[in-house]
């Protein structure tokens, strides 16, 4: 199996696992809802965001559209440079990493650009897919669906921390999805495992700059370069005449 196929199964397996998953969530829950799957350490917990990955958000509806013409720029970009990482033969891990990425990226735009077209509100009611009065807003101002949430260390902070003591801890607070959680592999991925190859690729880059550069110089510098032998040839033709 080639490259580009192993690519292309990460990509649409993240993507059927996550739209599937926000597409039951959304069709069965209310916002706010929850299910307990193991105890009180994994809980599908239904809620929605506007914003950037665990729920940040920032600058209201005109963040909004301008975070999805962003993810959309940057999937382009990605899926360029994982075509280039492909063609080049670069390590299978940093291919497998990238498509995790893009994965992850294209995912929540789904949810950016369609769900708000494509569903009704879930506030108090379970959502409708398509209904008959539309969608609980425009295309671009869709909200992404979180609901995987993981509050596994609960306690209070010492009374001697500054500013926190006393007050609650909750170890893992965000909310999250699947197309999130591809992202974060990913880019952790590249950190931990694939921080060889931009290292090595670097000091390639590097030398092959070293190596033009003095090329350059001794061309500049050599009087016995090409032009220099072919005038030395010319004087010595001249005197044997």
Do not use: C
Not at 130 to 151: C, I, R, T
Not at 154 to 170: A, C, D, S, T, V
Not at 177 to 200: C, E
């Amino acid at each position: 199996m080639s490259k580009s196929t192993k690519a292309l199964l990460i990509i649409l397996i993240i993507l059927v696992f996550d739209q599937v998953l926000k597409v039951w969530i959304k069709t069965t829950m209310m916002l706010g809802e929850e299910h307990r799957i193991l105890g009180d350490w994994f809980i599908l917990h239904f809620t929605e965001n506007n914003g950037m990955a665990f729920g940040i958000e920032f600058w209201g509806e005109n963040g909004k559209v301008l975070l999805t013409l962003f993810r959309i720029a940057a999937v382009i970009g990605i899926g360029w440079y994982l075509t280039r990482l492909i063609k080049e033969d670069n390590p299978l891990g940093l291919v497998v990493s990238v498509s995790l990425i893009m994965a992850g990226a294209i995912g929540n735009i789904i949810d950016s650009v369609f769900y708000g077209v494509f569903f009704n509100g879930s506030l108090h009611q379970v959502a409708e897919f398509l209904p008959d009065k539309g969608g609980y807003s425009s295309l671009l101002h869709g909200k992404v669906v979180d609901m995987l949430y993981f509050p596994v260390i609960k306690g209070h902070y010492p009374e001697w921390i500054p500013f926190k003591g006393g007050q609650q801890f909750l170890f893992f607070r965000p909310v999250f999805n699947i197309a999130d959680s591809a992202i974060t592999t990913g880019v952790l991925s590249i950190l931990v495992f694939q921080r060889h190859f931009f290292k090595d690729h670097h000091e390639a880059q590097s030398q092959q700059e070293e190596y033009a550069q003095t090329g350059d110089h001794e061309k500049k510098e050599n009087p016995f370069s090409e032009t220099g032998t072919s005038a030395s040839g010319n004087d010595a033709s001249r005197q044997e005449q």
